[in-house]
């Protein structure tokens, strides 16, 4: 199982970024699929996922500014559609997948992409 994460890049505070992860072998319908952040010398932590019944979850400090969602026609591709975004959002942001678990803890998610930089600047 592949998950290819895009969309990463360098954004003045307040303006928006949209990431993309894709799997490459598996419909998402049936598993739970996330966002995870992380700055060195820091956990990942998670920033929000979406379960099989499309039950969304984020991490306070981003609720109101980003959305995760399933890609329009496409069954194997969701977003992170972020706004509003603040310097403390600079980090590396992994697509995660998981067949049962959709919590907080990174060692129980199954599947990792390689990451996609996003760096904000005041």
Same mark, same amino acid.
């Given at each position: 199982?592949?998950?290819v =994460?895009? #969309?990463?890049?360098?954004?003045q505070a307040?303006g928006?970024?949209?990431l993309?992860?894709?799997t490459?072998?598996?419909?998402?319908s049936? /598993?739970?699929?996330?966002?995870f952040r992380?700055?060195p010398?820091? =956990?990942?932590?998670?920033?929000?996922?979406?379960?099989s019944? #499309?039950?969304?979850?984020?991490?306070n400090?981003?609720?109101?500014?980003?959305?995760?969602?399933?890609?329009?026609? &496409?069954?194997?591709?969701?977003?992170?559609?972020?706004?509003s975004?603040k310097?403390e959002?600079? &980090?590396?942001y992994?697509?995660? &997948?998981?067949?049962? /678990?959709?919590?907080?803890?990174e060692?129980?998610w199954?599947?990792?992409?390689? #990451?996609t930089q996003?760096?904000?600047s005041?």
């Amino acid at each position: 199982v592949q998950l290819v =994460e895009s #969309g990463g890049g360098s954004v003045q505070a307040g303006g928006s970024l949209r990431l993309s992860c894709a799997t490459n072998r598996f419909s998402y319908s049936n /598993y739970c699929m996330g966002w995870f952040r992380q700055v060195p010398g820091k =956990e990942r932590e998670r920033v929000a996922s979406i379960e099989s019944n #499309g039950t969304t979850n984020y991490a306070n400090s981003v609720k109101g500014r980003f959305t995760i969602a399933k890609q329009d026609n &496409a069954k194997n591709a969701i977003y992170l559609q972020m706004n509003s975004l603040k310097p403390e959002d600079t &980090a590396m942001y992994y697509c995660s &997948a998981d067949l049962t /678990y959709c919590g907080d803890w990174e060692t129980l998610w199954s599947y990792w992409g390689q #990451g996609t930089q996003v760096t904000v600047s005041a």
